[in-house]
């Protein structure tokens, strides 16, 4: 049986930089890590999994996920090893 891409993706991302921070709860978002000019790699989360892991397993509306997600996830900056949010803008007029 295959892992999960989270573990795989976390597994990746240890060895480039096993001080990488990662969310907690949000394994199903996880979706990659990323390279950054002089800063060490970090995770990559998909902005979208996160707001619907909020509202499928914690029961917010639409708006509520989102002002969690900014105020409480992407807000909180813990030092250059905060994980990134991707927002995929592929089909947008």
Not at 48 to 57: A, N, P, V
Request: net charge negative; charged share 25%.
């Amino acid at each position: 049986m295959s892992r999960p891409l989270s573990e795989k993706v976390i597994d990746s991302l240890m060895e480039q930089n096993p001080e990488a921070l990662l969310c907690d709860g949000l394994n199903d978002a996880l979706i990659g890590w990323c390279f950054r000019a002089t800063k060490p790699e970090v995770a990559v989360y998909d902005y979208y999994k996160c707001i619907d892991i909020f509202m499928e397993r914690d029961g917010m509306t639409f708006d509520e996920a989102i002002e969690h997600l900014h105020y409480n996830v992407i807000g909180a900056w813990v030092g250059e090893n905060t994980p990134v949010f991707k927002v995929d803008c592929e089909g947008m007029d």
